[in-house]
């Protein structure tokens, strides 16, 4: 089946399809929302809810929920619990940023489990906007945050058997795919909130491609690549292969499309031809996905391949997840 074909029947099939109902409404309040990637976006969207739900900020709101991820589901795509790169180190990398252009990140930090909060600090704290490894780590526990062993058993045990081919070779949505042995190798946690103010605040925190090299860092503690808000138009964020969004500047494209007047959906869609267009043949084997949401609160996404989901919730619904349309109907060519 060609390309095309294969864009025209995803897009048909996946477009806005919701493939759970809201399961409940509060009260109609104030106009905030919270978006944010994959299925673990709904438990995660739902600390961030509280957060807005009783007029609180953006920025506490994706912190909230951004820690729900690190640490209140044992994943092995974001903080405690995390795959560890070739070498049998977890490392993790995080960003936040407020619509007004504060910002702060960590990348590649060991024995924290909360790099988001690391994060938040580095933007309330220090003059900078990003600290790496050792020094990211000294940073965390001048702070108070206690040290921990973040390898589990489980993790331990894949690294273990990864060695055997020690093969690094993303595989799309694995999981989601049932791919025996290579579980979850990129799932990244993505949010962006709208405050009852208007305000925009966004969060990303993972640890990484599994199996990547010591030292690699991805994209989601880099601001423009990962992560991207500005209360002016609204925000962006990816998940997928972050060597891509790094390549493309993608969350920060996407939010400019969105300054030139696209939708949300629209310009996640541009953005993610942009990616195919730098690497037509390096994005049939890897998955790229976007989320956006204007100051608005208009939300949109697009994956490179079916099978990114995000989860949006709002006055209105909660614990809603979408299907992104994609470029590729299939995870494999
Ligand atoms: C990275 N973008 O480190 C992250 C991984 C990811 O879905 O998003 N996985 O490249």
């Known amino acids: 089946m060609s390309s095309r074909r294969r864009f025209l029947q995803s897009s048909l099939m996946a477009a806005g399809a919701a493939l759970l109902p809201a399961a409940r409404a509060l009260p109609a309040s104030n106009g905030a929302k919270v978006v944010s990637t994959w299925d ?22 994706v912190e909230a929920g951004a820690r729900w991820a690190e640490t209140g589901q044992c994943n092995s795509t974001v903080g405690r619990c995390g795959y560890p790169d070739r070498d049998g180190f977890v490392t993790l990398d995080a960003s936040i940023m407020k619509g007004d252009g ?24 220090t003059p900078h906007v990003l600290l790496v490894g050792d020094g990211a780590r000294q940073f965390a526990v001048a702070e108070g945050f206690e040290p921990r062993e973040l390898r589990t058993p489980e993790a331990e045990k894949a690294w273990r058997e990864w060695r055997e ?11 989601r795919r049932g791919v025996p042995g290579n579980k979850d190798n990129h799932d990244t946690i993505g949010m962006l909130a709208l405050g009852a103010d208007g305000r925009m605040a966004g969060a990303c925190t993972t640890s990484g491609m599994a199996w990547k090299m010591h030292g690699r860092v ?112 299939t995870s494999k060519t």
Not at 40 to 61: S, T, Y
Not at 252 to 281: N, T, Y
């Open 165 to 175: 081919t020690s093969r690094y070779a993303p595989e799309i949505n694995a999981e």
């Open 102 to 125: 504060s910002c702060g990140a960590v990348a590649a930090l060991q024995d924290i489990d909360h790099p988001i909060s690391v994060a938040r600090k580095v933007m309330e704290k």
């Open 40 to 61: 673990f976006g709904v438990p995660a969207n739902r600390e961030a809810w509280r957060i807005l739900a009783a007029g609180g900020n953006a920025l506490d709101a």
């Open 218 to 329: 991805g994209d989601s503690p880099i601001i423009g690549a990962g992560l991207y808000v500005d209360d002016q138009v609204g925000g962006a964020t990816a998940s997928g292969v972050g060597e891509e969004m790094l390549r493309n500047a993608a969350s920060f494209l996407v939010v400019e499309l969105m300054r030139q007047g696209h939708s949300p959906s629209d310009a996640c869609h541009l953005a993610i031809e942009r990616v195919v267009m730098k690497r037509p043949q390096a994005s049939k084997t890897l998955q790229v996905c976007f989320l956006a949401m204007n100051n608005h609160g208009e939300v949109g996404a697009f994956a490179l391949h079916q099978g990114f989901v995000y989860a949006v919730c709002d006055a209105q619904q909660q614990d809603t997840l979408l299907q992104a349309p994609a470029v590729y109907a």
